[in-house]
Every structure is written in C-alpha cells, then in structure tokens.
Nanobody, 115 residues
Framework: QVQLVESGGGLVQPGGSLRLSCAASGSIFSKYTMGWYSQAPGKPRELVAS???????QVVKSVKGRFTISRDNAKNTVNLQMNSLKPEDTAVYYCQATIGITTYWGQGTQVTVSS
C-alpha cells in the first residue's frame, strides 16, 4: 500500500509559477512510475506529466516548455514545477504512482490561475 500526499497548490496570477510536491510512503518508491494528472470542473482527469523509474520523462503538448516533472528517490517525492501558468491550467492536480497493474492516487491539490 502506498499513500500519496500532494502539496503546493494555490491561487496564482497568469504568468506566475507554482511547484507541486507529492510525498509517497513505502520503501520501493524508486520502482514506481510517477505521474501528475489534472482534472478541471466537468472534464475527465488527464495526464500532465510522468516520470519513470529510470528518470525518463514525458509531458503533454499543452504544457511542454512550461511544466517540468522531477523526482527525488532519496526523499520519496515527485515534483511538478509549473511556470508561465495560464487560466486554462486551473484544475485539481493529482499525484499517481504505478507499479505493474497497481495504481495509487493522492487526494489532489487545487491550482487556480486567475487575476
């Protein structure tokens, strides 16, 4: 069982930055593929970025060049650095951990981009 706790969300003006963090329990964190998903009101949850156990990353086209995902296996954390935020980035952001066919989710953290 893995518990994921997100932090770092909040209200930011367009063009601003936020850094989301996800802290994971468990001793095999380094073996998990970690991901950040966003869910805007009335829309399905969608992948934003992911990072594999080897450190390989992928980000969706809409945030490429603005968002960066990273992990610190010594601290059992995965981060999402979000720069040049836009109103359309407003959503609840969820952390996900996957190993094999097993997936765990955090409770989510709200990000609101508004002036």
């Amino acid at each position: 069982q893995v518990q994921l706790v997100e932090s770092g969300g909040g209200l930011v003006q367009p063009g601003g930055s936020l850094r989301l963090s996800c802290a994971a329990s468990g001793s095999i964190f380094s073996k998990y593929t970690m991901g950040w998903y966003s869910q805007a009101p009335g829309k399905p949850r969608e992948l934003v970025a992911s990072i594999g156990s080897t450190g390989s990353t992928q980000v969706v086209k809409s945030v490429k060049g603005r968002f960066t995902i990273s992990r610190d296996n010594a601290k059992n954390t995965v981060n999402l650095q979000m720069n040049s935020l836009k109103p359309e980035d407003t959503a609840v952001y969820y952390c996900q951990a996957t190993i094999g066919i097993t997936t765990y989710w955090g409770q989510g953290t709200q990000v609101t981009v508004s002036s």
